[in-house]
């Protein structure tokens, strides 16, 4: 169906900030928008963007669209026609980041809340204060304060019962559904409610094992590194998975390392230091096929990791082990995490080590200085190399 | 007359799964409703009838009931927890939504 | 051809820096000698936020990599490069084209490229003074390179910073490259270039890493810092296939298991190159594994499948990647119990994009397919049945010799012309079941007593070769009737407790009474209390073909509705695994677990 | 387990309307429908765990049902009839039309 009623035309580079479905309906209407917008969409189809640029058409199509609200369009996470706003955001972006930046920027609107307002309503909705609730188990709390709320209890139940049906084993446990319902409790349930359970501070196992159960650790570890997947490889995927259930998770993801990446100049470690933008950003990843979630069980411990691993991706180990690096050591999203348990929006005393210069990483020991010309003695083959393979798992 | 119970209506509770009494074993809580009162207000020619025909006989050795009964219409959604062994459960029809003299 | 020892570099740019102003040394790696490298950068500037402009501020040196500007970045240029840029940190990106020849203008999408992030810092630059050692020695970027085994030497990089040597003459600022002995790099004092000084071999190691150490000494002043100095070192398919313990010939036997699917052996084929598993398709196409036959029945009925998972080799102490491949033999088809043939069956592996004549190796299968025989062990079945037993009452099982270890073969099994009054007994067969199970059919014939023993023909049948085999059963009756309780229902599952449980017979039941199954254990158990027909086969957590004729036998096992009270399902939601006290059932409706000891309240309403 | 009780279902009478009980007097006859049986195969979750918080006492002195009871859950359309002093008169709600346990 057609947009509905044409809008009033707004003039052309007037920009009050909307989303990228409006920004469509707002260009669509607008005869001269509306044609560069299908222009560029030829040009970036498939081609390198150096070569599109190069070429006049183009070009002007992308000056007159650099005026227009599509362009700086974005999204906002669990909203309405969110997949439809994405698939336009990335219509442009794509092409003109020529995508293969390891981090791209976040097709969502910026965050601006701030942890204190979860608190705020947190202990309004709950009638507790989050921060002084039951001393002994706050993800206990939290699952209480979700089971008094309607829309939280109802969600909650949505994705348990899905995802923790018990299956024939020929039948694959239904994974789309259940990262589907996952989606639906994280986009649709306040923070207030989600964050409690997800990022609550423990004192014994017997909590953290709760923590980690929240997205019923959904163990899927996969033989693929799905590393490679998520690292928005997801150009090699088939066209059509690549647009439609890719641009939620590659968008997801973006989002992630706009909001989540270390930020070594700011006290609390995160871009603008908003701890909130970070949580909501890593929350926004469950239900997507990079699906973080706690590695054990160990009070203290917040480390969080993707089920995935690197084995089997050959020339793009390194590549991969920074993927994971931004889950499993990632000074931002810690201090986030160990922030929102201890109930403050402030810099948590940042543990563990902020890589000072003479700080050497573990693995490395102390190595004499290299002689300036030493000539290296070359290795014979080693016939080990044989017997090695078999005692191999 | 003196009031001995109130009409039909909504109780709410908030309890442990445990006291719920199905025999899970959690420390998680919900929000038990339900359905208390009377309905006295609410009988209908249908009772009056079924009452009197069975006092008269005409309806014997049958188990029917002649007064209406303050029962839930509706149920809240499931509720789901985690047992003590880290298991997770789903109930539903557990709590009420909505009574009435049905 | 020529590659770029990193993908990515950075480095920050400040307002009012001036033209010529030498900002990165990108250097590049030769893949051949006598290569030589020319850098080169494309017009367009891309700004944050997907939007580009032309490059009018920075230039690169074809010949040495020297990125540096070459316009003065004035607050204009500052403001022009920064629009529509909403995060706090203003950032370009600039992509710059390497080639073994001269560039012409529109060689833009050459293959290699590496791109430069960098940051305009919303300031002039800092005075030297301010700087600290780790400022003066290394930018935030991390010292990681990754280079190509088997290529020719060369230096990789430049640590010293060139906008820092050029703003900061009177700092005095050295390095050092801390690596243990042999390692194949040489730092060079004057240029401060690292390289690498022999071809490398990733089979042989795979990752080196080293400390780069700074000195800054100002004055009196002197202050070390250091950081990793890390280096991948990239694969390519320099190895071929090996076997990993010389074995390259297998058994593969044929005998009762017979089914489509089947693996029948399996060989390995080692590779000390890895093997990406993405996408996967393309690694299983570059390993090939090929039955070599121009028989067509072998190729309908053999195939192989291909897995293989990383491995890791310790040629001298230090843990490289490999590959372990896994080539087995699997039935194509199903194979007749009639078959039987001996021949060996070549598979050969073929590492497609191994340069060298050794890419393959010959794999052997000694293939044996032995017949199997269709016949029951022994010569009779005789099973005793109580007169008082309920219909769906299981007998017992029938089943021909080795019937468990067969797959693949589908057996059917038939009751043939009984004594013609007395037909009391069927046999039925689940989908996956390898017997016939024997059950009451008619429970009203057990009552007469002219029915005393009853004999008939078991047939076996195969159904692909429709060989058979037939055995004879006998079912001899026994016991005096029970007198029939008045009302009973016809479902033990609906008894509560031990009275009303084994007051009634009902469906499936072996000697006319429920039995009451006493549970034990607290909360939500496996052992709960309920009352069946039967206790060995109900509940037993499968719903099993004779209980399936009627959900009135066996709900514990096979009901698929509403279970109220603590419980848990059974696999694919069928059936009460576990349940809390007491679980009953009123058939084709509800099922309820709860404990027993909750006295029902006479006045319900009152109280 | 024996059979005590049929289960909720509709059950028919055809009777004077003088024999309903209702005070009217005249000779027309309606048929009389009802409910009867035990509900036994309907009990929720809300049944077991309100059942076991009365017995528990965490709920007390309240009027509260812990069974579901064999109600009307539907009535048939109103009735009319002329009385023996020629009086027209309609009853509705006498006969149900529908049954089930609530």
Redesign the interface.
Known sequence: AGPSAAPPAEPLGWRAPVDCVRANELCAAEAACSARYRTLRQCLAGRDRNTMLANKECQAALEVLQGSPLYECRCKRGMKKELQCLQIYWSIHLGLAEGEEFYEASPYEPVVSRLSDIFRLASIFSGTDPAGASKSNQCLDAAKACNLNDNCKRLRSGYISTCSRELPAAERCSRRKCHKALRQFFDRVPGEYTYRLLFCSCRDAACAERRRQTIISFRSPLALPFILLSLGFYLFLSPSLARSRAAGARSRLADFHANCRAAPQAPGGCPGDNFQACLGSYAGLIGFDVTPNYVDASPGGTVVSPWCSCKGSGNREEECETFLRDFTANPCLRNAIQAFGNGTDGVPAVKGPSAPATALPPKLERSPALPDAANDSNATYDTSLITTCTSVQ | ARAR?KPCAL?Q???SVS???????S??????R?????CDGAL???D??????RS?R??RK????AR??????A????????DTY???????????KECGC? | GLYFPRKEYSENVYIDQAAGTPLLHIRALRDSHGEVAHFHLCQNLVISRARSHENHWFQIREKNGLLYLSKNLDREDFNMLSVGNWMSLSKVMLYVFLSSHPFQEKECDSATRATVYLSLINATAPACSSLTARQLCFTEMDLSFHIKENKPPGTFHQLQLPSIHHLCQNVSVSYKLLAAEGLPFQYNENTTGVSVTRRLDREERERYELIAKCTVREGFREMQVEVPFLVNVLDEDDSPPFLPNGTNTADAIVEYNRKEGTVLATLTVCDADTTPIYPLESSRKKYTGTIITNDPWINETFRVEHIFHEVHFSPNGSQVRGTLHEYKLVLNKSISVTEHRYFQLDVLVNDTEFPGPERSVMLHFNVSILPVSIQFPNVTYQFTVNRNAGRFAQIGKICIENCMKFYGVNITYKLLSPNVSCYAVGILQGREDKYGSLYVNDSSVLHRPECKEIQYTVQATDRQSRKHAKTLLTIVLEGSLLKNKEGCLDSCAVSKNRAECEECGGLGVLTGRCQWRQGSGKGITTNYSTCTPSIKTCPDGTCDVVESKDLAVCPQDCTSGNIIGGHGKGIGNLGIKSGHGICYCYPRRNCYCEKGDIKEQLCDDVC
């Open positions: 119970h109780q509770l908030e309890v006291e719920l009494g199905l025999g899970y074993e420390d998680e809580t919900v929000l038990f339900y359905c208390s009162g009377t209908r020619s249908y009056l009838s079924l009452r009197s025909m008269s005409r309806i049958e188990k029917v009931r209406p009964c303050c029962r839930p219409l149920y809240d959604d499931d509720v789901s927890f985690l880290n298991r997770y459960y789903t109930v539903n029809e557990l709590s009420a049905v």
